[in-house]
């Protein structure tokens, strides 16, 4: 299982330079986790660079994957991870979202570069 973090998305919607690094993790849907805060970037991001059609169409691209939910187990250990590696609220969900599918962060933003269990590419 991969977590494809919302800037990967982003750099594959916008065909950017680290596209092609995204792109077959985010083909194969049935190895994808999507958490709702990563639908929530990604929708606000499209209202904003798109359009609504735009953004509705990649929700639902979003929806053939593992969607999960901000339970419980996932926000206690979002805290901890955000006090032990100085992460913010948004960041900390979707890591703790990736180790609890036992998932791999696939991700470009700095912030995770030196976790465990996540694959940085520097832009």
Same mark, same amino acid.
């Given at each position: 299982?991969? &977590?494809?973090? @919302?800037?990967?998305?982003?750099?594959? =919607?916008? *065909? !950017?330079?680290? %596209?092609?690094?995204?792109?077959?993790? &985010?083909? *194969?849907?049935?190895?994808?986790?999507?958490? @709702?805060?990563?639908? #929530?970037?990604?929708? +606000?991001?499209?209202?904003?660079?798109?359009?609504?059609?735009?953004?509705?169409?990649?929700? !639902? =691209?979003?929806?053939?994957?593992?969607? @999960?939910?901000?339970?419980?187990?996932? %926000? &206690? %250990?979002?805290?901890?991870? $955000?006090?032990?590696? +100085?992460?913010?609220?948004?960041? $900390?969900?979707?890591?703790? $979202?990736?180790?609890?599918?036992? !998932?791999?962060? =696939?991700? $470009?933003?700095?912030? #995770?570069?030196?976790?465990?269990?996540?694959?940085?590419?520097? +832009?």
């Amino acid at each position: 299982m991969v &977590l494809v973090d @919302t800037c990967g998305w982003i750099e594959w =919607l916008t *065909d !950017g330079v680290l %596209a092609d690094n995204y792109a077959p993790y &985010l083909a *194969d849907t049935s190895q994808l986790i999507v958490p @709702t805060l990563v639908q #929530f970037e990604l929708y +606000k991001w499209c209202l904003r660079e798109r359009n609504e059609a735009v953004a509705l169409e990649i929700i !639902g =691209l979003t929806e053939a994957c593992r969607i @999960t939910q901000l339970d419980t187990r996932i %926000a &206690l %250990a979002a805290a901890d991870i $955000s006090t032990q590696h +100085k992460l913010a609220m948004a960041d $900390s969900i979707i890591y703790a $979202s990736a180790l609890a599918y036992r !998932g791999k962060l =696939l991700t $470009s933003d700095a912030h #995770f570069a030196d976790l465990s269990d996540v694959v940085y590419w520097n +832009k």
